[in-house]
């Protein structure tokens, strides 16, 4: 299949860029832009109380300052509930989409967390409640997806087969919460698959996701996109770096250091360098190869820019 390459950045615009995030974008510009193919950015800021607009501002500053410019900017995910209704719409005419009342805690109580995210594995009594239990409750439902007895496998491009039981691994997930919001499993399969994108980088903590995204994809009738998850960030002792570690944000690496630098040092962690040096975003293209990008995790490290060296 020959599709024209088109990936994507998918920020949540909640708070500064970090060193990981960068990372996630340096491998999706360079895989699509190594085929000549095309980059969108699309503001994932379906979280309406942490999103803000200034901070996709300076996602955007950043993003630039990196090199990694974008070739179009599609709706972000606020604007776009219509879309969302509509697709909601057709997955209720598909599968057995049905209103629930649990609350995270009562979840909490009838299940153990399911082991990959965390989240309680959803039990049968809502999806089997009456009509007349349903009509019982006078506060707005969230709206679940019953999950079936499905196994889904896909090949990951940096992790290689992957495969889950949707029923038996995730359980009957939320599609819109009960406040109204839409949740990201299905914008984010309602939004790559409008606006054609044919292939998602992005960190490996999605990998568990992506069952649940291909099987809505398969429901909505949307082509599936290659999928690569990256490894995380980490210091030498294996802690994960995260938006916690503030000095790993672009607004503080920004000041400390030019953006050649922080390429290079992202370059040679993941294996695309064989020597940290300093090189341009651009320079990295004719020898990108998905190959060179391991699964082990990215220890960043060089003149200090390392979880491990700040404050140790
Ligand atoms: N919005 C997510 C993030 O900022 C990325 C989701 C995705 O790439 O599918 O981590």
Redesign the pocket.
């Known amino acids: 299949m020959n599709r024209p390459v088109i990936g994507?950045f998918?920020?949540?615009p909640s708070g500064r860029m970090h060193l990981g995030?960068a990372f996630?974008y340096l491998l999706a510009w360079l895989s699509a832009r190594s085929r000549g193919g095309e980059i969108q950015l699309r503001m994932?800021d379906l979280d309406t109380l942490r999103c803000t607009e200034e901070n996709g501002e300076c996602i955007r500053s950043d993003l630039r300052w990196l090199g990694l410019e974008w070739d179009r900017e599609t709706p972000p995910q606020r604007s776009r509930t219509a879309a969302y209704e509509q697709a909601l719409e057709t997955l209720r005419g598909k599968a057995n989409v049905f209103p629930c009342w649990c609350t995270r805690g009562s979840l909490n109580l009838v299940n153990a967390p399911h082991a990959s995210d965390g989240h309680p594995i959803h039990p049968a009594s809502c999806r089997e409640a009456s009509e007349e239990e349903r009509r019982k409750h006078k506060t707005p439902p969230a709206w679940r997806l019953e999950a079936p007895d499905l196994q889904v496998s896909f090949t990951d491009g940096v992790y290689g087969p992957y495969e889950e039981n949707l029923k038996d691994a995730c359980g009957d997930f939320v599609l819109r919460r009960a406040d109204g919001v839409f949740v990201?499993q299905l914008a984010?399969v309602v939004d790559?698959g409008e606006f054609g994108v044919t292939e998602?980088?992005?960190?490996c903590?999605?990998l568990s996701?992506t069952p649940r995204q291909i099987y809505l994809q398969q429901l909505l009738g949307y082509p599936q996109p290659a999928y690569f998850h990256v490894p995380m960030l980490t210091d030498r002792e294996g802690r994960k770096l995260s938006k916690r570690d503030a000095d790993l944000d672009l607004g503080v690496l920004r000041q400390r250091y030019g953006p050649e630098t922080v390429i290079g040092l992202l370059a040679h962690a993941c294996g695309l360098l064989d020597r940290f040096e300093p090189v341009r975003a651009e320079e990295l293209i004719p020898a990108f190869s998905w190959e060179k990008v391991g699964k082990k995790n990215i220890v960043p490290e060089s003149d200090g820019i390392t979880g491990a060296d700040n404050g140790t």
């Open positions: 994507r998918a920020p949540t995030n996630a994932e990201y984010v790559d998602v980088v992005r960190g903590d999605l996701s």
